[in-house]
């Protein structure tokens, strides 16, 4: 990968698609406006389409007709974690490609602007518990807990109206590694997100997400671990069998 923020947008395209008919491959497929790309959580924000067709174009001229899309995101997420420091673990493969790409599913993915319980809520509606919540979140409006220095430097960045292509890191001070600094961040409140902070600071944070949270600041290895479990339980989310699936020849359209 030439660019840094890479391995996080392909570790994103997968959650992202595993959360909607689960790892079938469906967010690649151009939809128009009523496909998965073309809804609010993925426009102008899911990113790496361009990554996956160069490897599958690689994948094809190898072994033409093998390895499903939804497999290569499968593999891109684990390999661009384990680049970036983060822990590896055994991709479960056989996956087949969906035929459907569902913008109005895909409008329902965990949000930034939801509550706690509503992101629990959301996790448990496709088999991921609370420990997933906390493993996975390490992928709106200001929390009212977010520490106010770092609020005022990200008004000044971002003022209502401003140019929508600023961007800034998710992970103060570890920007490019993966590691347990985001839940550190949540102790001192600087969650970037509303739907971050919430893991520490809300009030049913104290007996659901809070002493992951700490767990996890205090003990990368278990975060490491507990990460490299929910991503194998989220990669397994309602795959595709051979009666319900393909291996697309492009990862962008069915077969014809």
Not at 19 to 28: E, K
Not at 183 to 196: E, M, V
Not at 228 to 236: E, Q, Y
Request: aromatic share 6%; glycine share 10%.
């Amino acid at each position: 990968m030439n660019e840094m923020r890479m391995g996080a947008s392909l570790l994103r395209l997968h959650f992202h698609d595993c959360f909607v008919n689960g790892c079938d491959g469906s967010i690649l497929l151009e939809g128009g406006d009523d496909g998965e790309k073309s809804a609010i959580p993925n426009l102008n924000s899911a990113r790496g389409y361009d990554v996956v067709d160069t490897i599958k174009s690689s994948v094809e001229s190898e072994c033409q007709g093998v390895v499903s899309c939804a497999d290569i995101l499968a593999i891109a997420a684990r390999d661009s974690v384990f680049l970036s420091g983060g822990p590896s673990w055994k991709v479960l493969l056989g996956r087949r490609d969906g035929t459907i790409s569902n913008g109005t599913l895909a409008n329902q993915l965990p949000s930034p602007l939801d509550s706690l319980d509503t992101i629990i809520s959301k996790f448990s509606n496709v088999g991921l518990n609370v420990t997933d919540v906390v493993s996975l979140s390490g992928t709106g409006a200001p929390d009212s807990t977010l520490d106010t220095t770092m609020l005022s430097e990200l008004q000044s960045l971002c003022p209502q109206n401003g140019d929508g292509n600023v961007t800034t890191v998710l992970d103060r001070n570890s920007s490019d590694l993966f590691d347990n600094h985001y839940f550190k961040n949540l102790l001192i409140g600087k969650g970037l997100l509303g739907s971050d902070q919430i893991l520490f600071s809300s009030d049913l944070a104290s007996s659901t997400t809070k002493p992951l949270v700490q767990s996890y600041s205090n003990d990368s290895g278990l975060f490491f671990v507990n990460f490299a479990n929910s991503m194998i339980k989220m990669g397994n989310i309602n795959p595709k069998t051979r009666s319900d699936g393909e291996i697309r020849k492009n990862c962008r359209v069915i077969n014809s």
